[in-house]
């Protein structure tokens, strides 16, 4: 055990050290529940503003942990940043969500591989102030979407419950298909890399749109490239940590955690408590409380984090929930949830 995983609970963690009780951070803890983020927000003209202007963006990223003894702050940003970076049109309609300009296999070969660093440079210079700002005991989590994730909204040009348009492109245009994943693939290990030299301790990797896929599209589509990100971002940052989110993995965990070799698996709200007992020994989790009991709050939502608490407790453990916060969230219910997970 090294003195800096000594003095960062949440990354000793993530590296396999169990905790007396678990550290933790919450999904989109820098967001619209916080009025202190909706009164910042005004003072940007878009959503891509507001994450490409560091001093703004370091604001948001700080802000929950002014208000809870949270043990990580994440960076502020988003997954589609990277389609940005690579030359795709990229917008944020309020009230609705991005909106992209949907990719054909023609568009993919012009988009700019090379330059997906040089533009994310404000990201990166709002982790270096985020880490000149954050206690010592803090860890510092970067992220990027996941292959799969990102472009299912670069194909489909937006958000959709069952990411037909993407499923279709896949099965229909495989070498564009696969073209488009090996772009995607080298664009997150030159960000993440570039992630963990400004600074970053973990970073994440949300595949959130994995639960529509069988089992060979998931084998070939979520797999394998987050196994070939792994890989590459390790090959340059040796050991480097990660946390994989494959939302709705389901049955496919075992395997997704055996191929990418990540640190640490989020679990989403619907996996029951039991699936990490289909996981490798000492392999760590991080969750998963479904987001809407924060919301109810009161004392369903404290028997139920009790219950995660202890079903976790023979592993490393990263308290979280088992997706993003939601607007809604009352602040009293977030204060007494981290108390909670506290021993408070």
Same mark, same amino acid.
């Given at each position: ?41 005004? =003072?940007? =003209? ?69 330059? @997906? ?5 404000? @990201?990166?210079?709002?982790? =270096?102030? @985020? ?26 040009? =937006? ?181 909670? @997970?506290?021993?408070?």
């Amino acid at each position: 055990m090294t003195e800096t995983t000594v003095a960062k609970p949440l990354l000793a963690t993530v590296l396999g050290e169990r905790q007396a009780r678990p550290p933790m951070w919450i999904m989109r803890q820098a967001g619209r529940y916080l009025p202190e983020y909706r009164e910042l927000r005004t =003072k940007a =003209k878009t959503f891509l503003d507001l994450c490409y202007t560091p001093e703004l963006a370091i604001e948001v990223t700080m802000q929950p942990l002014r208000r809870f003894d949270l043990d990580a702050a994440i960076l502020f940003s988003d997954i589609l940043v990277i389609p940005d970076a690579l030359g795709q049109t990229v917008r944020f309609v309020t009230g609705e969500g991005p909106r992209l300009e949907p990719i054909t296999p023609e568009g993919i070969d012009r988009l700019a591989l090379d330059e @997906v660093v040089p533009r994310l440079t404000p @990201v990166l210079e709002t982790l =270096k102030g @985020v880490k000149a700002a954050l206690a010592p005991d803090k860890t510092l989590i970067g992220f990027c979407g996941s292959p799969w994730t990102v472009a299912t909204y670069m194909i489909g040009g =937006k958000g959709s419950p069952d990411q037909a348009a993407a499923r279709l492109f896949a099965l229909r245009e495989l070498e564009a298909f696969a073209r488009l994943m090996d772009v995607l693939v080298a664009a997150s290990i030159e960000y993440l890399v570039a992630q963990f030299r400004a600074g970053a301790d973990v970073v994440q990797l949300f595949e959130s749109w994995a639960l529509n896929l069988d089992e060979v599209a998931f084998a070939a589509n979520v797999i394998e490239p987050n196994r070939r990100i792994v890989e590459g971002v390790r090959a340059q940052i040796p050991n480097a940590p990660i946390i994989g989110f494959p939302r709705g993995a389901a049955a496919m965990l075992p395997a997704y955690a055996a191929a990418t070799k990540v640190n640490l698996i989020g679990l989403d709200y619907a996996s029951p408590i039991s699936v990490a007992d289909t996981l490798p020994s000492g392999l760590g989790v991080q969750g998963n409380l479904d987001p809407l009991r924060l919301v109810a709050g009161g004392a369903q939502m404290e028997r139920r984090a009790e219950e995660i608490i202890e079903g976790f407790s023979n592993r490393p453990h990263v308290f979280n929930l088992g997706h993003g916060i939601v607007p809604e969230t009352p602040i009293d219910h977030v204060a007494r949830l981290v108390d909670l @997970v506290k021993g408070r």
